[in-house]
C-alpha cells in the first residue's frame, strides 16, 4: 500500500524543493538522456524518451497508481502531454529497460563508490512476489501461487522476480523479470491477447523469460550483474532457491567470490546447502 508522503513534502518546503525540482536534479545528476542515448534507443518525433521518463518517475511521489489517474487529477496541468505518449513508450517493445536501469546502477556506482570497495556485507538479493491482475485477455497471465496466504494462495497474475544490490549501506533494484506458472486453459487461454514482437528486440526477450525458470532467470541475472562490475560478498534468497544446484552455480561465478546465503526449508535441506558450500579458509 501506498504512504502519504506529505511529511517528506514537510522537510523539503522549508528549502524551497519540490517533488519535482528534487526529481530533476537527480535526473541531472545521474546523467539520463546519456544513459537513455547509450542504452541505444531515441524516438524520431514527438516528446522525447526523457521527458516522458521523467513524468513517469513523479507518479509514486504523487501518490498516484496509474497513468490514467495522473490526467484525471490536478496534477495534468504540469505537463502538456497527453497520456497517448506515455501509453506508446510502456507499449514499445524496443525500450531497451533493462539496459536503462542498468546505466543509473553504473552511475550509482560511481557516485557513491568510486574506489570500488567491496563492504564485508555486501550483497545480492533474490526474490520474487506475486503480482495480482484482473482481466483474462491480459498477455501471458497464469494463475500463480502466492505462498504467503497459504492453500487460499493461487491467484490471476505473474510473479515478479527481482535482483537488488546492496552495497552495505543503500539497496538498489538492478534487474527484473516477469514470470508465468499455471497456464490458462480452453476459452480463456484463446482469448489471451498476443502482440508481434520485433524478433530480438527487448519486449521478445522479456516474452522468452517469462516461460523461463526463475531459478534459471536468477543465475542469469547475477551474471549480468558481476559483469555490469557490481561486487559482493554474497547471494541472498529466499527457501525456493536453496537447492544444491543453485548454489553450486554461484558459487562457480567469478571463482567462488561469493557465497549464498538461503532461508531454511528443512534440516537435511539446509544440511545438504551447508556441505555444498565451502567455507571460508
Same mark, same amino acid.
Given at each position: 500500500? #501506498?504512504?502519504?508522503?506529505?511529511?517528506?513534502?514537510?522537510?523539503?518546503?522549508?528549502?524551497?524543493?519540490?517533488?519535482? $525540482?528534487? !526529481?530533476?536534479?537527480?535526473?541531472?545528476?545521474?546523467?539520463?538522456? %546519456? =544513459? =537513455?542515448?547509450?542504452?541505444?534507443?531515441?524516438?524520431?518525433?514527438? @516528446?522525447?524518451?526523457?521527458?516522458?521518463?521523467?513524468?513517469?518517475?513523479?507518479?509514486?511521489?504523487?501518490?498516484? *497508481?496509474?497513468?490514467?489517474?495522473?490526467?484525471?487529477?490536478?496534477? +495534468?496541468?504540469?505537463?502538456?502531454?497527453?497520456?497517448?505518449?506515455? @501509453? +506508446?513508450? #510502456?507499449?514499445?517493445?524496443?525500450?531497451?529497460?533493462?539496459? =536503462?536501469? @542498468?546505466?543509473?546502477?553504473? +552511475?550509482?556506482?560511481?557516485?557513491? *563508490?568510486?574506489?570500488?570497495?567491496?563492504?564485508? *556485507?555486501?550483497?545480492?538479493?533474490?526474490?520474487?512476489? $506475486?503480482?495480482? +491482475?484482473?482481466?483474462?485477455?491480459? &498477455?501471458? =497471465? %497464469?494463475?500463480?501461487?502466492?505462498?504467503?496466504? /497459504?492453500?487460499? /494462495?493461487?491467484?490471476?497474475?505473474?510473479?515478479?522476480?527481482? !535482483?537488488?544490490?546492496?552495497? /552495505?549501506?543503500?539497496?538498489?533494484?538492478?534487474?527484473?523479470?516477469?514470470?508465468? &506458472?499455471?497456464? !490458462?486453459?480452453?476459452?480463456?487461454?484463446?482469448?489471451?491477447?498476443?502482440?508481434?514482437?520485433?524478433?530480438?528486440?527487448?519486449?521478445?526477450?522479456?516474452?522468452?523469460?517469462?516461460?523461463?525458470?526463475?531459478?534459471?532467470?536468477?543465475?542469469?541475472?547475477?551474471?549480468?550483474?558481476?559483469?555490469?562490475?557490481?561486487?559482493?560478498? @554474497?547471494?541472498?534468497?529466499? %527457501?525456493?532457491?536453496? %537447492?544444491?544446484?543453485?548454489?553450486?552455480?554461484?558459487?562457480?561465478?567469478?571463482?567462488?567470490?561469493?557465497?549464498?546465503?538461503?532461508?531454511?526449508?528443512?534440516?537435511?535441506?539446509?544440511?545438504?546447502?551447508?556441505?555444498?558450500?565451502?567455507?571460508?579458509?
Amino acid at each position: 500500500m #501506498q504512504q502519504d508522503l506529505s511529511e517528506v513534502g514537510k522537510v523539503l518546503e522549508p528549502h524551497e524543493y519540490s517533488m519535482a $525540482t528534487v !526529481l530533476l536534479d537527480a535526473a541531472k545528476i545521474f546523467k539520463l538522456p %546519456s =544513459i =537513455i542515448k547509450k542504452a541505444g534507443f531515441e524516438k524520431a518525433q514527438g @516528446y522525447s524518451v526523457t521527458e516522458i521518463i521523467r513524468l513517469m518517475m513523479l507518479l509514486p511521489f504523487l501518490v498516484l *497508481n496509474s497513468v490514467n489517474d495522473w490526467f484525471t487529477s490536478h496534477f +495534468r496541468e504540469i505537463t502538456t502531454m497527453r497520456k497517448d505518449a506515455i @501509453y +506508446r513508450l #510502456q507499449n514499445d517493445e524496443r525500450i531497451p529497460w533493462r539496459s =536503462i536501469l @542498468y546505466g543509473v546502477v553504473t +552511475r550509482f556506482q560511481r557516485l557513491v *563508490n568510486p574506489q570500488k570497495t567491496v563492504a564485508p *556485507n555486501s550483497a545480492l538479493i533474490a526474490d520474487d512476489t $506475486t503480482d495480482a +491482475r484482473t482481466g483474462f485477455h491480459i &498477455e501471458n =497471465i %497464469s494463475y500463480v501461487f502466492d505462498h504467503v496466504e /497459504g492453500r487460499r /494462495g493461487t491467484k490471476l497474475g505473474f510473479k515478479d522476480l527481482v !535482483l537488488g544490490w546492496f552495497d /552495505g549501506t543503500s539497496f538498489l533494484p538492478v534487474d527484473f523479470s516477469i514470470h508465468s &506458472e499455471k497456464p !490458462l486453459r480452453g476459452r480463456r487461454r484463446k482469448v489471451q491477447y498476443h502482440k508481434v514482437c520485433v524478433p530480438g528486440s527487448p519486449g521478445a526477450t522479456r516474452r522468452t523469460e517469462c516461460a523461463t525458470n526463475k531459478i534459471d532467470q536468477t543465475l542469469a541475472m547475477i551474471k549480468r550483474a558481476v559483469k555490469h562490475g557490481i561486487r559482493v560478498r @554474497y547471494v541472498l534468497a529466499d %527457501s525456493g532457491f536453496s %537447492s544444491k544446484g543453485f548454489i553450486q552455480a554461484v558459487r562457480q561465478i567469478r571463482h567462488q567470490a561469493m557465497h549464498v546465503v538461503c532461508a531454511r526449508t528443512s534440516a537435511s535441506m539446509s544440511t545438504k546447502a551447508l556441505q555444498s558450500t565451502p567455507r571460508r579458509s
